[in-house]
């Protein structure tokens, strides 16, 4: 068997006529961060995916905010959920699933995640309020699926329960970071072995 090779990172950059993107990550960090996206609320649960993940994170984006924010979240999903499958490589010895409940307060999320290969999302977040300082909280949904689409996983996000937008989202936020470090963790039962009966994903 091989051993994979760490840490597993990758640089990422995107450029469009809406959003200038370049994210580098380090999937086996210490949660270490570096973000500036324009939108204070979203650089914070960036950080959330950062810190509760222990991925070290760096993301820089200039956005067409004077629009609004939403070609900037999508975009930085798209880009994030490219690095993590640079990053991932051929997902041997990977655990390949992952899943979390995490409470704040009143709220309580779960995310389970799937390094699948088969791009999909199941969210139901029933936000209590339409903005979050000033992000859109229904820009969440686009950021996960342009993640998803781009890092070819099955995820399913659900908001258990929750009265403040706030909360319900970092609640999210963080069961996904902690999703996610779960599901990347390398099995040291399975090192070199692909996690799937078919040989690949």
């Known amino acids: 068997m091989t051993t994979p090779n760490l840490p597993r990172t990758a640089e990422v950059s995107r450029n469009t006529a809406e959003t200038k993107i370049v994210v580098k990550l ?32 760096d993301i820089q984006c200039q956005g067409d905010l004077h629009i609004d924010g939403h070609h900037t979240v999508e975009d930085v999903g798209i880009t994030l959920g490219q690095a993590v ?9 990977l655990r390949r699933y992952g899943h979390a409940y995490v409470p704040l307060d009143e709220a309580l999320s779960r995310v389970v995640v799937d390094f699948s290969g088969r791009p999909g999302l199941e969210m139901h977040v029933p936000f209590k309020s339409s ?18 689409n781009h890092a070819f996983v099955t995820l399913h996000i659900d908001n258990l ?20 470090r779960m599901a990347l963790e390398i099995d040291p039962r399975s090192v070199g072995v692909i996690p799937s009966t078919k040989g690949s994903l």
């Open 131 to 148: 903005m979050i300082g000033t992000f859109d909280s229904q820009l969440a949904f686009e950021f996960f699926q342009g993640f998803a």
């Open 26 to 57: 380090n999937l086996d960090g210490t949660g270490q961060s570096k973000l500036s996206t324009g939108i204070g609320f979203f650089d914070h649960m960036l950080d959330q995916i950062a810190r509760h993940g222990l991925i070290d994170l």
């Open 85 to 93: 499958a640079q990053a991932v490589g051929d997902k041997r010895g």
């Open 161 to 180: 329960r929750g009265e403040n937008s706030h909360h319900q989202a970092e609640t999210v936020f963080k069961a996904f970071a902690r999703a996610l």
